[in-house]
């Protein structure tokens, strides 16, 4: 596979700016091992809202208590809901400080972002139902 002579590697196969030597990597840059390396954004944003989405499932009772006093107490809501707003953070905080919790989070993760490079397509259209009636 040679680069055409501008050094952009357009259809020959090689991702733009990738360097031709021989390393670990695969194409464009993505580790051989399935990427299993992840990135500060990953670690600190997208896990963590993984782990806050599959945790208000998991404490679904508690936010649908804690939403109900507050629709029911109004501008009171801070003072009349902290018995509820305290079973909720318990119930979140027990999640987000449990490293199973994270570790099945994660490979969550890199299983979509594995399922991602494979095709290119994010999780969130893949998801989506096409039309039946075309």
């Given at each position: 596979?040679?680069?055409?002579?501008?050094?952009?590697?357009?259809?020959?196969?090689?991702?733009?700016?990738?360097?031709?030597?021989?390393?670990?990597?695969?194409?464009?840059?993505?580790?051989?091992?399935?990427?299993?390396?992840?990135?500060?954004?990953?670690?600190?944003?997208?896990?963590?809202?993984?782990?806050?989405?599959?945790?208000?499932?998991?404490?679904?009772?508690?936010?649908?208590?804690?939403?109900?006093?507050?629709?029911?107490?109004?501008?009171?809501?801070?003072?009349?809901?902290?018995?509820?707003?305290?079973?909720?953070?318990?119930?979140?905080?027990?999640?987000?400080?449990?490293?199973?919790?994270?570790?099945?989070?994660?490979?969550?993760?890199?299983?979509?972002?594995?399922?991602?490079?494979?095709?290119?397509?994010?999780?969130?259209?893949?998801l989506q139902k096409l039309p039946t009636s075309m």
């Amino acid at each position: 596979m040679a680069l055409d002579p501008a050094g952009t590697g357009a259809g020959s196969g090689v991702c733009r700016g990738a360097s031709p030597r021989v390393s670990r990597r695969g194409p464009c840059g993505l580790d051989a091992d399935l990427g299993k390396h992840l990135r500060h954004v990953e670690k600190d944003v997208l896990i963590p809202k993984i782990m806050r989405e599959k945790a208000k499932e998991r404490c679904s009772e508690q936010v649908q208590d804690f939403t109900k006093c507050c629709k029911n107490s109004g501008v009171l809501m801070v003072v009349k809901c902290r018995k509820e707003n305290s079973a909720l953070k318990e119930c979140l905080t027990a999640y987000y400080n449990d490293p199973a919790f994270y570790e099945e989070c994660k490979m969550e993760y890199l299983k979509e972002r594995e399922e991602f490079r494979k095709t290119g397509i994010p999780t969130k259209k893949r998801l989506q139902k096409l039309p039946t009636s075309m």
